[in-house]
């Protein structure tokens, strides 16, 4: 089963589950963002996004409709959101 993805521009994906089963958890993206996932395979969800510079985002939504409802940034300060994706 295939456990971590490494590619050309330094980004490295991370996955677990039970062969033919297995998703994506984790991406570390080249510029230091790590990207957190949830859900089955093919239905993974982005939950959470830790960047560099220390603000983390937090999201809800299905697949593909993920939205951010809470971002924390590096100095201590929360910024919460209510709506759909785009509204």
């Known amino acids: ?3 971590r993805a490494e590619f050309a521009n330094g980004s490295v ?5 039970e062969r033919g089963a ?3 958890v984790r991406a570390v993206r080249a510029d230091g963002a790590v990207a957190y996932f949830e859900g089955g ?3 993974e969800r982005l939950v959470r996004m830790e960047f560099a510079d220390g ?3 937090h999201y809800e939504g299905d697949k593909g409709a993920e939205r951010v409802v809470r971002m924390e ?3 201590g300060m ?9 509204a």
């Open 55 to 57: 603000v983390v985002q």
């Open 41 to 43: 395979q093919g239905a």
């Open 13 to 17: 994906q991370h996955y677990e589950g």
């Open 78 to 86: 929360v910024h919460y959101y209510e709506g759909e994706q785009g």
């Open 1 to 3: 089963r295939m456990v």
């Open 22 to 24: 297995d998703r994506i």
């Open 73 to 75: 940034l590096a100095d």
